[in-house]
């Protein structure tokens, strides 16, 4: 699922650019090609931030729509990806806030937490952990783990980890500095290993029941 | 190098943008230290799950609905 974008050299043109100008120009079809280009990642990142289905189907309907209609306005200073990327972290954040009736959102809630930022836990995992469950527990585990953190945290670890933004897009997409990017991930990363030990690391060898004696002290397995 | 020291360039070393010179430092504390060696390829194993499983799926039929709205809509704007 790695999202990541080739990387087009300085002199190469990215793809995106002349899809962005047939589209200016008025072909619709074009843009047709952009929304299946990226539909799947707006429909993640909208759902990462607003943890609400209904809401990341109606923030991918309205970013793609508000992109369409203010097509003009984009410089073309970065790429038209990253430019959606911000359309769309506004919408969910507008969603967010309707929700908690009118209370303001923003990328800084609940990042001032020492949690995870110190490794506590160095259980090593085994090969391959994720091949222990099936597709759908590995799924739940992942959601149930990124849930879990912090809102600033998260949105910038899906930015700049899973969606392929780099750390100075991720900065520019919401409005933080790069220090801010790499302090937030670093937490992030380290916050999601903690709590995936729980699931993935190696346990401690339990005793053999054939091997345990009444006196407790059996071999270990 | 101090585990300290370690943790604060782990997103470099994770990210691979490390100075030539830092390497050897970093081998070196890592064949002496099995905590950070572990905090390391269990960070990086973390991004990798993440990149390679869907957390959220958007199913074909949800995608095609949205599609057809998207467009829809599009072709009134212009």
């Known amino acids: 699922m790695s999202t990541i974008q080739p990387v087009a050299g300085q002199d190469e043109q ?4 002349a ?4 589209v200016r120009a008025g072909d619709v079809a074009a843009y047709d090609t952009l929304v299946r280009k990226y539909e799947r990642q707006i429909f993640r990142i909208a759902q990462h931030i607003t943890q609400n289905r209904e809401d990341a189907e109606d923030v991918m309907q309205d970013a793609f729509l508000k992109a369409y209609e203010k097509l003009d306005q984009f410089q073309g200073n970065s790429k038209f990806y990253t430019w959606l990327v911000r ?8 969603r967010l806030r309707k929700r908690r009736t009118g209370k303001l959102v923003s990328m800084d809630e609940d990042v001032q937490t020492d949690e995870g930022s110190v490794p506590r836990d160095f259980a090593d995992w085994a090969p391959n952990p994720e091949q222990n469950y099936t597709q759908a527990e590995l799924a739940e585990i992942l959601r149930k783990t ?23 897009e991720t900065a ?22 903690e709590r995936l030990t729980r699931y993935f690391g190696r346990k401690t060898p339990a005793v053999a029941p054939a091997a345990a004696a009444p006196n407790g002290d059996g071999a270990e397995a | ?7 604060t360039i ?3 070393v994770l990210d691979e943008s490390i100075a030539v010179e830092t390497r050897t430092e970093i081998e070196l504390h890592l064949r002496q230290c099995g905590h950070c060696e572990v905090v390391l390829n269990t960070t990086r194993k973390t991004i990798e799950i993440f990149q390679c499983h869907e957390v959220y799926e958007l199913p074909t039929e949800v995608s095609e609905r949205l599609h057809s709205v998207i467009m829809e ?3 009134k704007v212009r």
């Open chain 2, 10 to 12: 782990l997103d470099d």
């Open chain 2, 1 to 7: 190098m101090t585990c300290t020291e370690f943790l």
């Open chain 1, 146 to 168: 990124i849930q879990g953190l912090p809102q600033g945290f998260r949105v910038v670890f899906v930015l700049r980890d899973v969606e392929g933004l780099s750390t100075e």
């Open chain 1, 87 to 94: 359309i769309a972290v506004n919408e969910s954040l507008m």
């Open chain 2, 73 to 75: 809509k599009c072709k």
């Open chain 1, 14 to 17: 990215h793809p995106d650019v």
């Open chain 1, 19 to 22: 899809l962005v100008a047939q």
């Open chain 1, 172 to 193: 520019e997409t919401l409005g933080l500095s790069v220090p801010a990017v790499k302090s937030r991930l670093l937490r992030a990363r380290l916050q999601l290993r």
